[in-house]
Antibody, heavy 122, light 110 residues
């Protein structure tokens, strides 16, 4: 069974930093692209960042470019999101989601974790 | 990276069919087959319902179907059931290899 478990969320002041983690299990982590998606309270889904299986290809939303860094450790089956210079508008539940292509086709966000809440407030 | 356009809300009675549209541009929905649909119940993580425009993952009811015409994708739910009441989001790959979501549609089953 595919499992994605996020951690690292919490309350941080504007301008502060936070590092989110996503522990993956139940599949060959090194074979899949991974993503971070966020959802502000009462709002819709917003794509944040994606990383290819071998970390060669990395993409960011304009809203976080230059402030957030996505990374992964395939040996530990873990995905990370380093968030710096946090803003009030970064307050959201952050989900990690598995993506990638298999013989079944390409799924942008196939499996999702339950999310971790990041609150940016003074 | 503008969000795809979805209606804010749709509604239907049990047993009826509804369709949710998702309008983008030639740089996203219109240019790629990588359009997906997600269902999200309150307080829960999103769930993949349709990928590559019209393919249902294993375990998803055949009451859910997807299509695309030009830069507009559509999700149709037939034989509406109370459990279908949820928020629905579309997403697409873009020409810059980023991803984009629609603003979401709240489905109410009357």
């Amino acid at each position: 069974e595919v499992q994605l478990v996020e951690s690292g969320g919490g309350l941080v002041k504007p301008g502060g930093s936070l590092r989110l983690s996503c522990a993956a299990s139940g599949f060959t982590f090194s074979a899949y692209a991974m993503n971070w998606v966020r959802q502000a309270p009462g709002k819709g889904l917003e794509w944040v960042s994606s990383i290819s299986s071998n970390s060669v290809h990395i993409y960011y939303a304009d809203s976080v470019k230059g402030r957030f860094t996505i990374s992964r450790d395939n040996a530990k089956s873990s995905l990370y999101l380093q968030m710096n210079t946090l803003r009030v508008e970064d307050t959201a539940v952050y989900y990690c989601a598995r993506g990638g292509c298999t013989s079944d086709g390409c799924k942008l966000f196939e499996y999702w974790g339950q999310g971790t809440l990041v609150t940016v407030s003074s | 990276q503008s969000a795809l356009t979805q209606p804010a809300s749709v509604s239907g009675s049990p047993g009826q069919s509804i369709t949710i549209s998702c309008t983008g541009t030639s740089s996203d929905v219109g240019g790629y087959k990588y359009v997906s649909w997600y269902q999200q119940h309150p307080g829960k993580a999103p769930k993949l319902m349709i990928y590559e425009v019209s393919i249902r993952p294993s375990g998803i009811s055949n009451r859910f179907s997807g299509s695309k015409s030009g830069s507009t994708a559509s999700l149709t739910i037939s034989g509406l059931q109370a459990e279908d009441e949820a928020d629905y989001y579309c997403s697409s790959l873009t020409s810059s290899s980023s991803r984009v979501f629609g603003g979401g549609t709240k489905l109410t089953v009357l």
